[in-house]
């Protein structure tokens, strides 16, 4: 974005105020990508385009120049489609293209900082940050490409998947290690913490039992309310 706006400037001759984003602020940026000709809001209410399906993200420049706009993007392409609404495992996807956040995996394993509630977590299955089932079931990310390889980068410690008993036991040095300059840094480790041993107790694997223990004596409330719970369900499928 910065490159664009130096090509702008570069084209108009001058310096052009500017500032951009990318979930970065409070935005409507879906409502303003719609309204610029990309695509619809879906049901499950992600920005879907007919060639390129949701695997994107979104960025917005604002500019002190008034430019010609592109025409909006005026037809919806859903039809009677409800696969994204069927497969959401909280039924958090309501049938009037809105979302109950409070009830989204997203917002449960990324921006709830408090308990998970109880009656929610054996839905969240093995999903430690954010989820994308909506957008797994939609067909039209059938012509999704393979994305941009910037976002490939060879050297990151994420390409490949991470131990989840090996994850609760991160200590802050080695969580802000690994995930830094990531997003899973805005959970926090307690919260990424309490995620794997949700995620844990939905897999019930009798190995987890030793460092979900181990966890009871955490200096974390919620790290200990969650471990326990994880152990109940595990100890509840072995029984």
């Known amino acids: 974005m910065k490159e664009l706006v130096q090509f702008i400037e570069k084209q108009v001759g ?49 500019l002190d120049l008034a430019l010609e706009p592109d025409p909006p993007f005026v037809t919806d392409h859903c039809g009677t489609c409800t696969r994204c609404i069927q497969a959401c495992p909280t039924d958090c996807i309501l049938p009037n293209r809105t979302l109950d956040a409070t009830r989204c995996i997203s917002y449960l394993t990324i921006e709830l900082k408090d308990d998970i509630p109880v009656e929610l977590r054996d839905k969240i299955g093995d999903w430690v940050f954010g989820c994308d089932i909506c957008q797994m079931v939609c067909p039209w990310n059938r012509f999704a490409p393979e994305g941009d390889p910037a976002f490939g980068d060879p050297s990151t410690s994420l390409r490949t998947p991470p131990s989840l008993t090996e994850e609760l036991t991160l200590t802050p040095q080695a969580f802000n290690q690994r995930f830094k300059q990531t997003p899973v840094k805005r959970a926090k480790r307690r919260g990424y913490r309490r995620n794997v041993a949700v995620a844990l107790g939905n897999i019930g694997d009798m190995h987890a039992l030793p460092v979900l223990q181990n966890a009871l004596n955490d200096e974390e409330p919620m790290i200990r309310e969650h471990a326990n719970w994880a152990i109940e369900q595990i100890e509840k499928r072995h029984q």
Do not use: H
């Open 14 to 62: 001058g310096l052009v105020k500017n500032r951009w984003y990318t979930d970065t602020g409070p935005i409507l940026e879906r409502d303003l990508a719609q309204r610029a000709g990309i695509g619809w809001i879906g049901k499950n209410t992600c920005l879907i385009n007919p060639k390129q399906g949701s695997y994107f993200l979104l960025s917005e420049i604002f």
